[in-house]
């Protein structure tokens, strides 16, 4: 069992950066793949980024060139560091890891964008 804790959404105005961490249980997390997904209100969760237990990022069109995923094995903790926020990136963050058919989920983290 992986228990995942968000941290670091908040309110920010358009154009604005934030920072979300995520932070693992496990005694490692190298072997996860890690990703966040994310989901507004009336909507249907998205996946938002993902980075490969090799380190391998891939990201939704909608913030390629925005976001950047990144991963501290050593701190067990994953982050997307989210830059030039608009107000359709208003959601609930959610952070996933995954490994074979094992998949753990955290609680979330929200995100407004808002003037």
């Known amino acids: 069992q992986v228990q995942l804790v968000e941290s670091g959404g908040g309110l920010v105005q358009p154009g604005g950066s934030l920072r979300l961490s995520c932070a693992a249980s496990?005694?490692?997390?190298?072997?996860?793949?890690m990703g966040w997904y994310r989901q507004a209100p009336g909507e249907q969760r998205e996946l938002v980024a993902t980075?490969?237990?090799?380190?391998?990022?891939d990201y939704a069109h909608s913030v390629r060139g925005r976001f950047t995923n990144s991963r501290d094995n050593a701190k067990n903790t994953v982050f997307l560091q989210m830059n030039s926020l608009k107000p359709e990136d208003t959601a609930v963050y959610y952070c996933?890891?995954?490994?074979?058919?094992?998949?753990?989920w955290g609680q979330g983290a929200e995100v407004t964008v808002s003037s």
């Open positions: 996933t890891a995954k490994y074979g058919t094992l998949a753990y």
């Open positions: 496990a005694s490692s997390i190298r072997i996860y793949n």
């Open positions: 980075i490969t237990r090799f380190g391998s990022t």
